[in-house]
């Protein structure tokens, strides 16, 4: 079985550009969740979708946002990026159903750098 | 929120010796807590723990939870330098989410 896969893996944007990371989940899993990854927080949750649905959301300011598309597949944007937003931003899916407790595995992150 | 922490912050060890890795949290809706590796890319899954007093392992590591003490404990022998990384433990709420709460982790160094 394929694991979860992001894209892109590397990026680098300037100040107030915005931009979009995707996330494809191993198959069968509903639940997408997106953390942002930094030396000084470690990591933090920013929010979770399943079955289209965000189910909770992180303390994060409005610029970012997320989607996720009928085939789980999901998205997050960041508009308006500042410096503070270089991360290493990491998607992790489940199966994500309530009943019962579910691992949850990494892709492989996606590290953005805002100049 | 809930609050993980994470003893030591950082463990320089030598290859052969035994290194246990602690986890506490605080509780108000606890689910379950999992256990990460990480070297220099994502956060790989170790173990998932829900039930107080089982032990689970996986080779040299194995890790158990006290749900009444609030805190979890990461044993690994027989270190190797592979075993090199930071370790995380997370917790997971109650609530019908997915949501983790990560601790800072333990960066761990098995010299040879």
């Known amino acids: 079985k394929a694991g979860v896969t992001q894209t892109p893996r590397y990026l680098i944007k300037t100040r107030g550009q915005q931009v979009t990371l995707s996330c494809s989940p191993i198959?069968?899993?509903?639940?997408v969740s997106w953390y942002q990854q930094t030396p000084g927080q470690g990591l933090q949750f920013l929010f979770e979708?399943?079955?289209?649905?965000?189910?909770n959301k992180g303390n994060f300011p409005g610029r970012f946002s997320g989607r996720q598309f009928s085939n789980s597949r999901s998205e997050m944007n960041v508009s308006t990026l500042e410096l503070g937003d270089s991360a290493l931003y990491l998607c992790?899916?489940?199966?994500?159903?309530?009943?019962?407790?579910?691992?949850?595995?990494f892709g492989p992150g996606t590290r953005l750098t805002v100049t | 929120e809930d609050k993980v922490v994470q003893s030591p912050l950082s463990l320089v060890v030598h290859e052969g010796d035994t290194v246990t890795l602690n986890c506490s949290y605080e509780?108000?809706?606890?689910?379950?807590l999992l256990w990460y590796k990480q070297e220099k890319k994502a956060p790989t899954f170790l173990f998932m723990l829900?039930?107080?007093?089982i032990e689970k392992k996986s080779g040299r590591l194995s890790s158990i939870l006290d749900k009444k003490e609030l805190f979890s404990i990461l044993n690994i022998t027989a270190t190797q330098t592979g075993d090199s990384a930071v370790y995380l433990c997370?917790?997971?709420?109650?609530?019908?989410?997915?949501?983790?709460?990560f601790g800072k982790g333990t960066k761990l160094t098995v010299n040879p």
């Open positions: 992790a899916s489940s199966l994500g159903r309530i009943q019962g407790d579910h691992e949850q595995y």
């Open positions: 198959s069968g899993h509903r639940s």
């Open positions: 979708y399943f079955s289209e649905t965000q189910r």
């Open positions: 509780v108000t809706n606890f689910r379950s």
């Open positions: 829900t039930s107080s007093g």
């Open positions: 997370a917790e997971r709420w109650q609530g019908g989410s997915e949501k983790l709460v």
